[in-house]
């Protein structure tokens, strides 16, 4: 091109010589002929090229979408056990704002015991559950009725789904794709205002815009305006790099002609919005206005007030320079520029503009929807993941991830473990909770150490630390499910004992406290942990049998058996044990604790489900005998100090463990449908003074009195009975033996008669009186 | 050759199953001694439809094993009543206590037993899964569940479900027998002869 510019200058000075003028112009005319000829087909095939270019990505273009991850959806119902609050905190993680009425999409009013609000539409994997305005009533901790405003009552409604974050891929663009008709129209103004207000009329670009941002350009010195359409920008964004040569300004220019050729004003401008960069989040790009509603405002797009809206649209300029959490000051200014410029255009009123201006930023303080707010459960989500799913679908598929996890216990679990490490004040001390649902063992709440937010060390799932006293049930279930043997009233042994341990040295093992008792029931010896006894109920079982049982629990096998594992000298990580004692709190079957319920595609094609599968690993009434001591535990053994948070015997059951010089601190419990697992230590495993009891269980207290739980009602299977026991024998007793206990025993097994009660008459058969009247109801035991 | 007669023995099963549970009063059960004419691998009408619990509101099929007087009428009086401490003079709660199923639940588990009418069965299962997350001691949504993924030949999971509804079902409840009978089936199918003919020994435990 240039070069045939020259031979035209050159043609002027030519014509001064007549003589040589025709010769020299037909030569000429032949050179710009073959100029010419050369350069039609050359531009021809170059803008041929660029409009294949053009249209073949802009119709194939595909953005690179981040998996989703959401949490579980709260399903609202009569008799759910939830209280007020907690429903409130679900839905200020779902962005919910609270307003007068609760009539808009996205807001809640709380008065007393109902809560109103609207909720959103959301696809779910199996369904579309529509947005609706609902009235939720309580009593206490239970809900009472659903119902739609306007409408009646609900049996059940489901809210969408907390995002809790995003799975990318190494280089990160982050969207939210949004439809043209999705977006406010205040938006669009606001931008086209803003931006390209030829834009209707211009085809790519615009000389009257270009002509204005030069006078505009010229009269303030620098460069202030850019002069470049909508249309020009996408291109820019879609097809350029940023150099800012002629070359690709005149590419610019042709590519923008070409798609405003090819598409409709709808669809250039819906691609604009959704590919413009808005924001920075670390190492995350905002791009379009979907994602930068989220990550701005905390919720969707068609939820945001004119004011907000305004400001999206003046970020476009600079987002950097105007982003509202480090300059709010310039933020603002630039969104009331933007609100004055669309006044001036008749876009909105001068009111209007002028109430607008005097609202705040309303920026929501952190981003949202980025990486995650919960990296401990999103490692455990991705390790998930990885079996079935390449890292590159899971960064650019925009696959929709469901999982487990539950926000508002999730938020109590962390604020149980950071309150507690407060009060202790060691900053080495570290802790993690697991928080299960005991039914279908979903992940409900994972913390991972004091630094919640910081996706360092996953302590919860990969800390594996001696359990010391969690192991006991283990022992006791391989005890009681040889019902001929061992019932909750046989008397243990509880007396120094002293064996070879495996390296050859002597193993004298102790109770806590130091003392022996001669002999101890079994039940009290479990619910009290005992050393002693364990130590001997151990060894009479049998260490194999002892390690197969923690083997059926779900635990990893011991690489070698030996005495001291009776009493915790193995290692498991905090997720290990959960999983272990959820094997007790579901009556004896093994259930895997999982992370992900389904993964679907964005267009709501379910891709897989990862199912509920329960195993039956123990008989229901060994389970049953343990999780029994296990309550007693709680009422009146090492973790009575619940006590103090949950009220007197709260219906729930669980172990304290300590491990020597107290290095480790735990607890495991459960109600009927939720088991938790804390544990607190360093992780140098420097000693830290704290007890099963007095660490762990103190953090365990605080999330039970903070979630919503079903009791432990324990009623016991059919296959037992309720026996009176005389203590000082261990064997069956009466009513009126002294000192009578009434233990539960699998049934058909009960003790010999004690001697000590063998003058009461009939004592047989005054139990099962006794037994028929309980279930007449006549006898309130 | 085996595994048709595996697939036939299968149906069959299940055509009982639709007997032994459907929700009609006992009177009218439909006779199970004449199975309708099965064609290889193609589930006759009638057998594809059963989750074993009809959900319709109207039954009140959810609180069966109540109807049945199966349990203790003490255990139901006192529900909320707290389990007394094992102290020296106070006896365990005893009697198991099975807790009506609330309409959310069955509804899903009606949607459940639409779905695998017509062999949705992921679907079906997805919201017998969020039943039981509402209603997770229903012996009825645990069997349904198991029945779900007999019909998946999904045997693998079969018998862990239906011993948990075995668990919380009363010792008389004929939901029991079913389990037994989708445990052997299931055992059956995965060659498990000998354990197939125990759980069938214990289904018959149960009369027919």
């Known amino acids: ?66 998996a989703r991850v959401f949490a579980r959806p709260l399903e609202l119902y009569e008799g759910l056990r939830l209280r007020p609050e907690n429903l409130v905190l679900e839905l200020k993680q779902l962005g919910y704002r609270a307003e007068a009425n609760g009539a808009q999409s996205g807001t809640y009013h709380r008065a007393g015991n109902t809560v109103r609000l609207t909720s959103r539409a959301f696809r779910h994997p199996d369904g579309e559950e529509p947005g609706r305005q609902l009235e939720i009533r309580f009593d206490g901790n239970t809900v009472t009725a659903v ?15 907390a995002l809790i974050g995003s799975i990318y891929p190494d280089k990160v663009e982050d969207r939210i794709l949004v439809r043209l008709d999705e977006v406010p129209p205040m938006l669009v103004d606001a931008l086209l205002t803003i931006e390209d207000r030829a834009f ?119 987002p950097s320079y105007y982003d509202p959490r480090r300059h709010p000051q310039r933020a603002q200014e630039r969104r009331n520029l933007v609100l004055t410029t669309m006044a001036g255009q008749g876009v909105i009123s001068a009111d209007q503009a002028k109430a607008y201006m005097e609202r705040p ?168 942990s005992y050393n002693l006894p364990t130590v001997y109920l151990g060894l009479q079982v049998g260490m194999r049998q002892v390690a197969n049982t923690m083997q059926r629990m779900g635990l990893r096998p011991p690489s070698s058996a030996y005495p001291s594992m009776f009493l915790g000298a193995v290692n498991y ?36 489900r990862y199912p509920l599968a329960v195993e039956r690993a123990f008989d229901t009434a060994p389970v049953y005998l343990v999780d029994y001591a296990l309550q007693a535990a709680v009422w009146q053994g090492t973790g009575r100090s619940a006590a103090n948070w949950l009220g007197a015997q709260p219906l729930v059951a669980g172990k304290t463990g300590t491990t020597d010089d107290t290095r480790d601190s735990w607890f495991a419990g459960f109600s009927a449908d939720v088991l938790a697992v804390t544990w607190v230590g360093r992780d140098d495993n420097a000693t830290t003074g704290l007890t099963g009891a007095s660490g762990a269980l103190t953090v365990w207290s605080e999330l039970f009195k903070n979630i919503d739980w079903r009791p432990l009602e324990l009623t016991p299977p059919e296959s037992v009975e309720a026996l009176y026991i005389d203590p000082t024998s261990g064997m069956l007793g009466s009513e009126n033996c002294q000192g009578a206990v009434v233990l539960p025993y699998v049934r058909g097994f009960a003790p010999a008669l004690s001697p000590n009660c063998i003058d009461q008459r009939n004592v047989l058969d005054r139990a099962s009186d006794w037994f028929k009247e309980m279930f007449d109801g006549s006898t309130n035991y | 050759m085996d595994q048709r007669i595996i697939s036939r023995w299968g149906l069959l099963l299940l055509v009982s199953l639709l007997s032994a549970c459907a929700s009609q009063p006992r009177g009218d059960r439909p006779r199970v001694d004449t199975p309708p004419p099965v064609e290889q691998r193609q589930p006759a009408p009638e057998v594809s439809v059963p989750p074993p619990v009809r959900a319709t509101p109207a039954q009140p099929r959810a609180t069966l094993p109540r109807e049945e007087g199966t349990l203790p009428p003490a255990a139901e009086q006192a529900p909320g009543a707290a389990p007394q401490p094992p102290t020296s003079s106070t006896p365990p709660p005893v ?64 018998e862990g479900l239906a011993q948990r509804s075995n668990a919380l079902a009363p010792s008389s409840s004929p939901l029991r027998k079913t389990n037994w009978e989708l445990i052997a089936a299931a055992r059956k199918a995965r060659g498990d002869a000998k354990g197939a003919a125990e759980a069938a020994a214990e289904a018959r435990r149960f009369g027919s």
């Open chain 1, 1 to 66: 091109m240039a070069r045939s510019s020259k031979s035209a200058k050159g043609s002027k000075a030519a014509a001064k010589q007549p003589r040589r003028r025709f010769t020299f112009g037909r030569v000429l005319l032949g050179l710009v002929l073959i100029v010419l000829l050369i350069a039609i087909p050359v531009i021809g095939i170059y803008v041929f090229f660029l409009d294949y270019k053009v249209t073949s990505q802009f119709e194939g273009k595909r953005w690179a979408l981040p």
């Open chain 1, 147 to 161: 119902r739609e405003v306007g409408g009646g009552s609900l049996d059940l409604v489901r809210l969408e789904p």
């Open chain 1, 200 to 318: 209707y009329e211009h085809s790519g670009i615009s000389f009257i815009g270009l002509a204005r941002a030069m006078a505009t350009n010229l009269r303030s010195g620098r460069v202030v305006q850019g002069g470049s359409t909508i249309t020009q920008q996408l291109v820019k964004n879609f097809y350029l790099s940023s150099e800012r040569t002629l070359t690709r300004k005149i590419n610019e220019a042709l590519m923008a002609m070409l798609l405003e050729y090819h598409y409709s004003k709808q669809e250039i401008l819906e691609a604009y919005l959704n590919e413009v960069y808005l924001g920075q989040d670390g190492a995350r790009a905002i791009h379009g206005f979907g994602m930068a509603s989220h990550f701005f405002f905390g919720r969707p797009l068609d939820e945001l007030q004119p004011h907000q809206l305004a400001l999206l649209a003046g970020l476009v300029k600079g």
């Open chain 1, 361 to 528: 930023l309303d920026v929501a303080p952190t981003g949202r929807g980025g990486d995650t707010p919960y990296p401990a459960f999103m490692e455990l989500v991705k390790e998930h993941l990885r079996r079935d799913y390449r890292a590159e679908d899971l960064g650019s598929e925009g696959l929709r991830i469901f999982t487990t996890l539950a926000p508002s216990v999730q938020h109590a679990a962390e604020e149980a473990l950071l309150n507690r490490l407060k009060q202790w004040r060691d900053k080495k001390l570290e802790g993690a909770v697991v928080v299960l649902d005991v039914d279908d063992g979903s992940v409900l709440g994972l913390v991972a150490g004091r630094d919640v937010r910081y996706p360092g060390f996953n302590r919860a799932l990969y800390a594996k630390r001696q359990i010391g006293s969690l192991i006991k049930p283990a022992v006791y279930l391989a005890a009681l499910e040889r019902p001929a043997q061992y019932g909750l009233g046989t008397l243990l042994q509880d007396e120094p004992i002293s064996m070879a341990d495996g390296s050859g040295k002597t193993w004298e093992p102790k109770n806590y406290d130091g003392q022996v008792r001669g002999q101890v029931p079994l039940w009290d010896a479990l619910a009290r």
């Open chain 1, 573 to 608: 990580t905090p997720m290990e044990v959960a999983q272990a004692y959820l094997t007790l709190a579901s009556g004896g079957f093994r259930t895997h604790p999982r992370a992900v319920r389904a993964v679907m595609t964005r267009d709501g094609e379910v891709l897989s």
């Open chain 2, 95 to 158: 009697g198991g206590r099975v807790e009506p199923m609330p309409p959310a639940a069955r509804n899903l588990a009606a949607k459940a037993e639409a779905a695998s009418r017509i062999g949705r069965h992921d679907e079906a299962a997805a919201y017998l899964e969020r039943a039981l997350r509402i209603a997770p001691r229903s012996p009825e949504l645990w069997q349904n569940l198991a029945v779900v993924r007999f019909r998946q030949k999904d045997y693998a999971k079969v």
